[in-house]
């Protein structure tokens, strides 16, 4: 999440903050039942809801975080791609289908198909459509390879 969206959070609603801690400190110490909690969860989500906060925002954030993981992965990937293309182990069976393998990443395909699947460090990236740069390693992962029948 962006430090600078907390900074302007914290700095414009910085009282109410103190006072729900102040709040939150008196229930904790002076209620010892179930209704603690109850009254904690309350306090928590009306400070939530006072800051603006909505679930959309969250989901918003949620989606870009992971999004920029997945962006940053498929970059690795492409680097790493680039890197051990002439460590990689091309393999196929007689069905059309073939798996190229390195020490970090494994694709997996079909011949005639647009479509690879993609694994980077045993997490798979799902399908990637068969650019130049995949198409490039797949050529020279097979100039690497005695290309063997079956598995």
Do not use: C, H
């Amino acid at each position: 999440m962006n430090t600078q969206v907390w900074s302007d959070f914290l700095q414009q609603n910085w009282l109410v903050i103190v006072i729900a801690l102040i709040v939150l400190f008196v229930v904790l110490n002076l209620v010892k039942t179930m209704v603690k909690w109850a009254l904690v969860i309350i306090i928590i989500v009306a400070v939530v809801v006072y800051s603006g906060v909505s679930l959309e925002k969250i989901k918003d954030v949620v989606n870009d975080v992971k999004t920029e993981a997945v962006d940053n992965l498929k970059s690795d990937a492409t680097n790493v791609m680039m890197k051990e293309a002439k460590e990689a182990k091309y393999t196929s069976d007689a069905a059309g289908n073939f798996t190229i393998t390195t020490p970090n990443l494994e694709m997996k395909g079909q011949k005639g198909k647009d479509k690879v699947d993609v694994s980077l460090r045993g997490v798979s990236l799902g399908q990637w459509k068969i650019s130049d740069t995949v198409q490039s390693f797949i050529s020279e992962s097979k100039n690497n390879s005695n290309v063997t029948s079956g598995k």
